[in-house]
C-alpha cells in the first residue's frame, strides 16, 4: 500500500507539471514547467475523492470496502518557488498539514556526501528518473542552445564554412554550415573555460565546468537561410573523471521561435573503456502558434548499459488544449535485464469552470508486464490561487509541519498523523469504516470509537 501512494504521489506530481505547462493555468505565454521540473508561479491543485478500479492484492469485496473509506478523502497541493505545502482533509476537513521547503542553498552547501547518497535512496524510481535525467537534460538544452549560437562566431580562427543544402523534416531546410575543429592542444590548455565564457546561464555554466574534455573536438552547426541554427554535431570525448570518460556523439536539430520550441536529439556515450553506455533519443515540441489549439509532446528514450546489466526506459507525452478543454496523456515504461518490465499511465481530462481554473479526472495506471496491478480515478482540480496559510489557521483540524518528508515506510509517518487521521476516519459512517475494522474484535472497535 506505501508503494502505491508513493507512485501516485509522484505521478500527481508529474502531471501537475503537465497540466501547467499549457494555457491551463492561464492565458499568458506558456513556460514549459514540464520539461524542467520548475514553477514560475504558484498553482494549487486538489484530488479528491480517489476510487480503485483495479488493486491487485484486493478482492472485489475488499476494493470495494476501501473505496468507501476513500470517497472522504482529499488532497490539496499548492507548488510555489520554495515548495509545497499540502493539506489533508476528510469530508472537507484539514486535519493534516505538510510542507516541503526547497532549500537549494542548503544542499548544495551542508549535505555530505553520505546525506546525499541516503537522500538518493530514498527518492522512488520515477522521481529519481525525473530529478536525476529527464529535467536535467531539458535545462541542458535551455541552457546550451545559446552557447552554440555564439560558438561560430567565437572562435573565427578555428572555423570553417561551406555551403550546405539539406531538408530537415519539420525543423527547415539548410544552406550554410559552419565546421570548428578544436585541436588537442588547445582543448587541453583552454577547456572548458572557453565554453563557460559563452553561458548566459548558471546551470549551464556549472554543468560545464565540471566536465573533461580530451583530445580533439569538433562542432558542425548547419543554417537556414535566415541564420536560424537547424542542426548541432558535436563529437569529442568528454567525461566527469577519468575513470568515466565517454567518446561523445550528439546530433541536435532544433528550432526556436516566440511560438514554438521544437527539438530532436541523439546522444551516444560508448565507454573509452568497457562496454557502457547511456544513449539518448530525446524529441519535444511545445507549439502555441494556434492560439485556439496548444500542444505538447515529448518522447525520451534512454538505452542504458552498466557493466552486464542493460536497461531501456521510455517516457512519452501528449497534451492538447483546446478551447477550454484539456486533455493528456503521459506514460513511463522500464525495462530491463535485473528488473521486470513495468509501466506507469497517466490520464486526465479536464475543462475550464471559471477564470483559470479547469477541474475534471485524474486515472494512474500502474503495470508489471501487461498486467495492471492499480488503477486509481479521481477528481482533479487546478487553479492559480495558492491555500492559503490563512484559511488553514481558520480550520479546527490539526497541524503537522513537517521539512522534506519522505513517506518510505510506516515508521517514517509521524504517530500524532496517523492518530490525528485514525480518529477522524472512526467516526465516519459504520460502512464506511469497514475496511478499517476488519480483523479487528468488535471488544477492541468499540472501546476506540468510545474513546
Known amino acids: 500500500m506505501k508503494n502505491i501512494i508513493r507512485k501516485t504521489v509522484s505521478a500527481l506530481v508529474a502531471f501537475f507539471c503537465l497540466f501547467t505547462s499549457c494555457k491551463g493555468s492561464g492565458e499568458n505565454y506558456p513556460t514549459h514547467f514540464l520539461l524542467t521540473g520548475e514553477v514560475d508561479s504558484p498553482v494549487t491543485f486538489c484530488i479528491s475523492s480517489p476510487e480503485y478500479t483495479n488493486l491487485a492484492q484486493f478482492g472485489k469485496d475488499r476494493l470495494d470496502s476501501l473505496n468507501r473509506l476513500l470517497r472522504h478523502i482529499s488532497v490539496t497541493v499548492s507548488v510555489k518557488d520554495n515548495g509545497t505545502e499540502t493539506v489533508l482533509s476528510i469530508d472537507q476537513e484539514p486535519l493534516v498539514f505538510f510542507e516541503e521547503k526547497n532549500d537549494i542553498h542548503l544542499e ?19 522521481s529519481a528518473f525525473l530529478d536525476e535525467r529527464y529535467f536535467v537534460l531539458n535545462h541542458l538544452m535551455d541552457g546550451l542552445y545559446p552557447v552554440f549560437c555564439k560558438v561560430a562566431d567565437s572562435f573565427p580562427e578555428l572555423s570553417g564554412k561551406s555551403s550546405a543544402t539539406l531538408n530537415f ?75 568515466e570518460m565517454r567518446r561523445v556523439s550528439i546530433v541536435w536539430k532544433c528550432m526556436r521561435n516566440a511560438e514554438h520550441i521544437k527539438d530532436s536529439l541523439t ?34 528514450q534512454l538505452d542504458q548499459k552498466k557493466e552486464k546489466v542493460k536497461t531501456k526506459i521510455r517516457y512519452t507525452g501528449d497534451l492538447n488544449s483546446v478551447d477550454t478543454n484539456i486533455s493528456g496523456k503521459i506514460s513511463y515504461n522500464v525495462k530491463g535485464d535485473s528488473i521486470p518490465e513495468h509501466s506507469m499511465i497517466i490520464k486526465s481530462g479536464m475543462e475550464k469552470e471559471k477564470e483559470a481554473e479547469y ?9 508489471t508486464g501487461k498486467i495492471v496491478t492499480s488503477s486509481v480515478i479521481s477528481g482533479f482540480s487546478i487553479c492559480n490561487s495558492i491555500y492559503s496559510s490563512e484559511q488553514k489557521t481558520e480550520q479546527d483540524g490539526v497541524q503537522i509541519k513537517l521539512k522534506d518528508i519522505q513517506i518510505q515506510d ?42
Not at 555530505?112 to 547518497?117: E, H, L, R, S
Not at 480518529?423 to 460502512?431: A, F, N, Y
Request: hydrophobic share 30%; net charge negative; aromatic share 8%.
Open 108 to 126: 548544495t552547501t551542508e549535505l555530505t556526501q553520505k546525506d546525499q547518497k541516503e537522500k538518493d535512496v530514498e527518492k522512488d524510481e520515477f
Open 169 to 243: 523534416s519539420g525543423f527547415g531546410k539548410s544552406v550554410r554550415r559552419t565546421t570548428i575543429q578544436f585541436p588537442a592542444e588547445y582543448v587541453s590548455e583552454r577547456f572548458p573555460a572557453v565554453l563557460t565564457q559563452l553561458c548566459d546561464n548558471q546551470s549551464a555554466r556549472t554543468y560545464i565546468e565540471q566536465l573533461m574534455f580530451q583530445g580533439s573536438q569538433k562542432i558542425v552547426l548547419l543554417y537556414d537561410q535566415n541564420d536560424n541554427l537547424l542542426r548541432i554535431n558535436y563529437d569529442g570525448t568528454v567525461g566527469t573523471s577519468a575513470d
Open 267 to 300: 546522444i551516444k556515450t560508448p565507454a573509452v573503456t568497457g562496454y557502457n553506455r547511456d544513449n539518448v533519443s530525446y524529441e519535444r515540441d511545445l507549439d502555441i502558434s494556434d492560439s485556439e489549439n496548444h500542444k505538447l509532446k515529448w518522447d525520451y
Open 359 to 367: 477541474a475534471g479526472t485524474l486515472e494512474i495506471t500502474n503495470k
Open 410 to 451: 510506516d515508521r517514517d509517518i509521524p504517530e500524532d498523523v496517523i492518530r490525528t487521521l485514525i480518529r477522524k476516519m472512526i467516526t465516519l459512517p459504520e460502512e464506511d469504516t469497514e475496511f478499517l475494522r476488519k480483523d479487528i474484535p468488535d471488544e477492541i472497535w468499540t472501546i476506540m470509537t468510545n474513546h
